[in-house]
């Protein structure tokens, strides 16, 4: 059974800093894009970046150079540090994983919520 579990959220003040981890499961780990995507109140589902089982990476375009994906294939891991975050950052954010590109969200997890006050 695959799983994903966020953690890593919080509250933060705007301008402030978080990183949030996804550990997986439940299959083969270094063969899967890696997904970040948020349901924010104001745009509702958002794709933020991908890794690919490559190392490439992709972000949405208000999210370049402010947010970094990285993965550590040893531990299962991914990461999305996030820096200069602002208050419309503030939603739930979901790891997903998927077998093929462009995708990369056939499985996802249950969100970690990032507040970040004004």
């Known amino acids: 059974e695959v799983q994903l579990v966020e953690s890593g959220g919080g509250l933060v003040q705007a301008g402030g800093s978080l990183r949030l981890s996804c550990a997986g499961s439940?299959?083969?780990?270094?063969?899967?894009?890696m997904t970040w995507v948020r349901q924010t109140p104001g745009k509702g589902l958002e794709w933020v970046s991908a890794?690919?089982?490559?190392?490439?990476?992709y972000y949405a375009e208000s999210m370049e150079g402010r947010f970094t994906i990285s993965r550590d294939n040893a531990k299962n891991k991914v990461y999305l540090q996030m820096n200069s975050l602002k208050s419309e950052d503030t939603g739930v954010y979901l790891c997903?994983?998927?077998?093929?590109?462009?995708?990369?969200?056939?499985?996802w997890g249950k969100g970690t919520l990032v507040t970040v006050s004004s």
């Open positions: 997903a994983c998927g077998g093929s590109w462009p995708g990369g969200m056939d499985y």
């Open positions: 439940g299959f083969s780990f270094e063969n899967y894009v």
């Open positions: 890794i690919k089982w490559t190392g490439d990476t």
